[in-house]
């Protein structure tokens, strides 16, 4: 067995690790309420079976890292998948360490399925090792990345004690208008989390059936001597396409339910022939969400904030503002470091200039910004508890965008990412 074969198992291994450390932190804080022992112990016991099983998760995730390095000859962030599966071992480690801190079970309930989620997220990319391009060929590389993601990685532990804190603070049994507008984004931001779970399974689903279509997209422009050059382009789908891209013809569609033809082309200003397939992905993460939600709200016949918040009502909302407010502040030097400092470094190395607002740099300096204003609001405005929490979890779906929309949807020199 190959060292690339091995890593491949070891990844395996830390994410099934990881789906059993959140159902035993679950144990650990829902069963307190229903165990005829005494709570602490209860939580004491289950607590530590938790941090170790997402420890030995870490380990496995670790193994794969690094054994995938060995397998490959390069440091597996080059692509999407590598990317991702490495952001998620940033996660765990940074929730490892704010843990060690607090140790605060809850944060291991909300940290570990957000764990799962991105490396499920990861494992819808190709997952075949791709040389690197040149302009990848250089220790700055490594030096960029991973600081970045780590960075990144404690903005998202940040994001999960943020919107712990709102789902306790927040009381859906209210009916003020504050209340209200509390209680509909805090849900709009678990709908936004169940969205991504959606598209995750769709994607599986059709994967795991074989679903395929593809099409042929003509492309005529004319240059400056007015002289026509044309092009043809292939787009290949894994889910069913409602949408097809713009002036293209079907090779071959599957189909599904009935449906043998798309039912809309990509508008126009969607430049390239992967345009539509986003679009069509988009429109089924939508479906699938919308899907999946509706089932939960159907099962508990409640909204999902309704249902976790009787669950926090043991846990001091101002140790969450605290450990949201902590790990944002260690990340921040980290991701002013990884994402802009040695970014900058490579970017002079790879392509002969330290900014060329290029849209992946642009919004890595917004991100900042932003979490540059979230520390100045909270420390010099006094910003705490709900306000900082909306702050946090606000922030992390604008590094969402930076990770996600620039490299999916924005060309760009960092486009090399989706691949």
Not at 69 to 78: A, F, K, L, N, V
Not at 95 to 120: D, E
Not at 138 to 145: D, T
Not at 158 to 170: D, E
């Amino acid at each position: 067995m190959s060292y690339v074969d091995f890593s491949s198992d070891a990844f395996i291994a830390a994410f099934f690790l990881y789906c059993f450390a959140f159902l035993f932190y679950v144990v650990t804080i829902a069963g307190k309420k229903w165990s005829n022992r005494d709570p602490i112990k209860h939580e004491q016991r289950w607590s530590r079976i938790s941090f170790v099983t997402s420890t030995l998760g870490l380990i496995a995730h670790l193994t794969f890292f690094f054994t995938r390095w060995i397998g490959s000859g390069q440091i597996p962030t080059s692509n999407m998948y590598e990317f991702i599966t490495f952001l998620g071992m940033a996660i765990m480690i940074a929730f490892t360490i704010v843990y060690a801190i607090y140790r605060k079970p809850l944060l291991g309930m909300f940290a570990l399925p957000l764990v799962v989620l991105v490396v499920a997220y990861a494992s819808v990319f190709p997952q075949e090792v791709q040389p690197l391009i040149p302009a990848l060929s250089s220790i700055w590389l490594k030096v960029h990345v991973t600081t970045a993601a780590l960075g990144e990685a404690f903005f998202a532990v940040g994001f999960a004690a943020g919107l712990m804190y709102l789902l306790r603070v927040v009381d859906f049994k209210q009916t003020s208008k504050e209340a209200k507008r509390d209680q509909f984004w805090v849900e709009f931001s678990l709908y936004t989390i169940v969205l991504v779970i959606g598209f995750i399974a769709i994607v599986f689903i059709f994967r795991g059936a074989g679903y395929q279509a593809t099409f042929t997209q003509e492309n005529v422009t004319i240059d400056s001597k007015g002289v026509d050059h044309s092009s043809t382009d292939t787009a290949e789908y894994t889910l069913p396409p409602i949408v097809k891209p713009y002036n293209s013809t079907a090779d071959h569609m599957d189909s599904f339910l009935g449906m043998d033809k798309p039912l809309f082309e990509a508008p126009s200003w969607m430049k390239g022939v992967n345009a539509g397939r986003k679009l069509n992905t988009v429109i089924w993460s939508v479906i699938a969400g919308s899907i999946l939600y509706g089932l939960i709200r159907l099962l508990f016949r409640k909204r999902i904030g309704a249902v976790i918040h009787p669950l926090m009502g043991d846990i001091d909302p101002d140790d969450l503002d605290e450990i949201s407010y902590r790990a944002i502040a260690i990340g921040f030097p980290v991701f002013t470091l990884g994402a802009l400092i040695f970014a900058m470094i490579w970017a002079n190395i790879a392509w002969g200039r330290f900014w060329g607002w290029d849209p992946k740099e642009v919004w890595a300096l917004i991100s900042w910004l932003y979490y540059s204003a979230y520390l100045h609001f909270r420390l010099s405005r006094g910003w705490q508890g709900k306000r900082s929490s909306w702050l946090a979890v606000i922030g992390f779906v604008v590094i969402l965008f930076t990770l996600v929309g620039v490299n999916l949807v924005i060309a760009g020199l960092h486009s090399y990412a989706g691949v």
